[in-house]
């Protein structure tokens, strides 16, 4: 009886150990008290590009793993770490099915800004800590989205310094923050001013913990209603709210620039819509630049051009506008 023991467990750990070679999935999402919707097993979905899904983020001091279901806990199969409490410098994982476990997880001890990449076909995930946010949102009720954070207002990150977050947009009568991550609960960063209703020609601000009884904002008032540009230096740690007076194009036309990667030849393509010219500037994750060239209406660059794997930030402006796309290459 003891020997056949032995042959079912051998067993079982070489099924998990195929099915981890061989999964192929369409979501995948990261759960865990370390991210900002916490034990939720729909999770935070990650970015998907064939098979491989990333995760730009913030996280705190806790657990994290990742369901391939969207749907309740004991559905679909999990991606867990290879043991329980794994740091971030491990590389494999193991594929476990709805409720069956090891219910194993990865260990955050240090807050902070994280890049995770999954690879399916190479059973691989790298997980690498970011000197700075991975996303800021404007959340108020002088902003568009008002407090729903599902419509929170976006900045964008400089495709050439991943410190630098930029804004623009209209700001009617109320009060706005911004947030590091999609959530108000306790023990997550907010950018705020120094004190509510701090006059915008002061670039300081604080980054608060939520829940600490600190929740200051800036204030719009029906006289300074309008169109406004919003930078965040965080290298510098300074704010700049300024009215607009650039003209930019419309949102319509803007939504006309695309880039977007040919899955099959690598070559990534990038079409201005009814504007004429560009400058294209590739970026890596950390503001290094890979390539930079000028264009007109439309540009197919090769694979070879792009740095290699990874995700990519590729910026696209002229004097008019910047509209920087987030790519995977694989």
């Known amino acids: 009886m003891k020997k056949s023991v032995r042959i079912i467990s051998f067993l079982i750990l070489g099924l998990v150990s195929i099915s ?11 759960v865990g008290d370390a991210c900002s919707v ?15 899904f990333t995760f730009n983020g913030v996280l705190k001091a806790g657990n994290f793993k990742f369901h391939t279901f969207n749907g309740d806990w004991c559905d679909g199969d999990w991606i867990n770490s290879s043991v329980a409490d794994q740091d971030l ?7 476990t099915t709805g409720c069956d476990g090891p219910d194993n997880k990865w260990s955050v001890t240090t807050p902070g800004s994280y890049s995770i990449t999954i690879d399916l076909d190479a059973s691989t995930i790298q997980i690498e ?11 108020g009720d002088a902003t568009p989205g008002s407090w729903d954070l599902n419509m929170a207002s976006e900045m964008t990150v400089d495709g050439s310094n991943p410190a630098l977050f930029t804004w623009s947009g209209d700001l009617v009568a109320g009060n706005f923050k911004i947030a590091t991550a999609k959530t108000f609960d306790d023990g997550w ?9 701090q006059d915008f020609s002061l670039s300081d ?10 929740d200051n904002s800036w204030t719009i008032d029906a006289l300074t209603e309008g169109k406004y540009d919003i930078s965040v230096d965080l290298q510098a740690e300074t704010i700049n709210i300024s009215e607009s007076t650039a003209t930019g194009i419309s949102n319509s036309d803007l939504s006309q620039v695309q880039a977007f990667l040919n899955e099959l030849s690598g070559q990534l393509n990038i079409d201005l819509g ?11 994750i950390t503001g290094h630049i890979i390539y930079q060239t000028d264009m007109t209406e439309s540009i197919v660059l090769d694979a070879s051009l792009l740095g290699g794997p990874g995700l990519k930030l590729v910026q696209v402006s002229n004097n008019n506008f910047k ?4 790519i995977l290459v694989q």
């Open 20 to 30: 981890s070679a061989f999964a192929q999935y369409d979501y995948v999402s990261i």
């Open 38 to 52: 916490g034990y939720d097993p729909v999770g935070i979905p990650l970015e998907k590009n064939e098979n491989v």
């Open 89 to 95: 410098t491990g590389t494999t994982y193991i594929i």
């Open 129 to 139: 800590e970011l000197t700075y946010y991975a996303n800021l949102y404007l959340v």
């Open 189 to 197: 960063d907010w950018i705020m001013p120094l004190a509510t209703g």
């Open 205 to 214: 601000y604080q980054v608060v913990l939520s829940g600490g009884g600190i």
């Open 274 to 284: 009814i504007q004429k010219i560009a400058t294209v500037s590739v970026y890596s």
């Open 323 to 326: 509209k920087v796309f987030k």
